[in-house]
């Protein structure tokens, strides 16, 4: 059974940084490319950033590029998420996901974690 635990939400004030954590467990880890996802209350929940399996390549929506970092270790099964210069246009809950297919790190993710709630204040 896929597990996916994030951690590391909380408020936090305009400029602040937080860094949010995802545990997996009962995948091979190191063979999913992983996502951060956030849903912001009434708007749909969206793609922000992934990383490939082995963590060479990333990807960021231009709204977190250059603030936000996505890492890895595969050693360990968790994924991370560095947010720095937060604003509160990034309050929203956000969701680690891992993506059964290997070949790129855009596209349809199949496991998700429960999400952790990010209130960044003004």
């Known amino acids: 059974q896929v597990q996916l635990v994030e951690s590391g939400g909380g408020l936090v004030q305009a400029g602040g940084s937080l860094r949010l954590s995802c545990a997996a467990s009962g995948l091979t880890f190191s063979r999913y490319p992983m996502g951060w996802f956030r849903q912001a209350p009434g708007k749909e929940r969206e793609f922000i950033a992934g990383?490939?399996?082995?963590?060479?390549?990333?990807y960021y929506i231009d709204s977190v590029k250059g603030r936000f970092t996505i890492s890895r270790d595969n050693a360990k099964n968790t994924v991370s998420l560095q947010m720095n210069s937060l604003k509160p246009e990034d309050t929203a809950v956000y969701y680690c996901a891992a993506r059964s297919s290997r070949m790129n790190i855009i596209g349809e993710y199949d496991y998700w974690g429960q999400g952790t709630q990010v209130t960044v204040s003004s």
């Open positions: 990383i490939s399996w082995k963590g060479g390549s990333t």
